[in-house]
T-cell receptor, first 113, second 112 residues
Framework: NAGVTQTPKFRILKIGQSMTLQCAQD?????MYWYRQDPGMGLKLIYY???????DKGEVPNGYNVSRSTTEDFPLRLELAAPSQTSVYFC????????????FGPGTRLTVT | GENVEQHPSTLSVQEGDSAVIKCTYS??????FPWYKQELGKRPQLIID?????GEKKDQRIAVTLNKTAKHFSLHITETQPEDSAVYFC???????????FGKGTRLSVIA
């Protein structure tokens, strides 16, 4: 199993540009999450999904959108990038059914200038 | 919503000494409390977790204690080694499936 994969690893965006951060997992996990981690800070939840077709907002959803058309994929869309979105983005997944460990992807480091 | 406070923000110990990191949470419905270790530039890695029906859990040099009445839990690392140097995060959630709320992290430095 590849586990949780994220692409790209690094990206520099200009203010106002848009992009999609990709996240995929091959463990058939129902639950998936997007977090952002600002320098020297903990992780904050952006959006999450409890299964294909179901998404919900987290603590910091403004400026982002998600979709979950399949169990495997959970892309995060940034529209009109702003410097405040400069951060490291982590995707994570959980199996559910009594299995609690969150598996994290390697992260995407995004800089908006 | 849930709020998790973590202390201290930085901690330096001599190699071989013990390190203790403490977290408090606000939501009495929280039942799952994991601890993550994050090395520079890497993803968070789960090192130990505890559920609310247990007061203490140990895995070799690492232990976690939970006091549900006081709403706090702690990470204990004994016989620290230089490779324990990293940022440690506590987190809480209602169950393993619900999103985690993270503390702000503790930067642990183990001095050889």
């Amino acid at each position: 199993n590849a586990g949780v994969t994220q692409t790209p690893k690094f990206r520099i965006l200009k203010i106002g540009q848009s992009m999609t951060l990709q996240c995929a997992q091959d463990m058939n996990h129902n639950y998936m999450y997007w977090y952002r981690q600002d320098p020297g800070m903990g992780l904050k939840l952006i959006y999450y999904s409890v299964g294909a077709g179901i998404t919900d907002k987290g603590e910091v959803p403004n400026g982002y959108n998600v979709s979950r058309s399949t169990t495997e994929d959970f892309p995060l869309r940034l529209e009109l990038a702003a410097p405040s979105q400069t951060s490291v983005y982590f995707c994570a997944s959980v199996a559910g059914g009594g299995h609690y460990e969150q598996y994290f992807g390697p992260g995407t480091r995004l800089t908006v200038t | 919503g849930e709020n998790v406070e973590q202390h201290p923000s930085t901690l330096s110990v001599q190699e071989g000494d013990s390190a203790v990191i403490k977290c408090t949470y606000s939501d009495s419905a929280s039942n799952y409390f994991p601890w993550y270790k994050q090395e520079l530039g890497k993803r968070p890695q789960l090192i130990i977790d505890i559920r609310s029906n247990v007061g203490e859990k140990k895995d070799q040099r690492i232990a976690v204690t939970l006091n549900k009445t006081a709403k706090h839990f702690s990470l204990h690392i004994t016989e620290t080694q230089p490779e324990d140097s990293a940022v440690y995060f506590c987190a809480a959630s209602h169950s393993g499936n619900t999103p985690l709320v993270f503390g702000k992290g503790t930067r642990l430095s183990v001095i050889a």
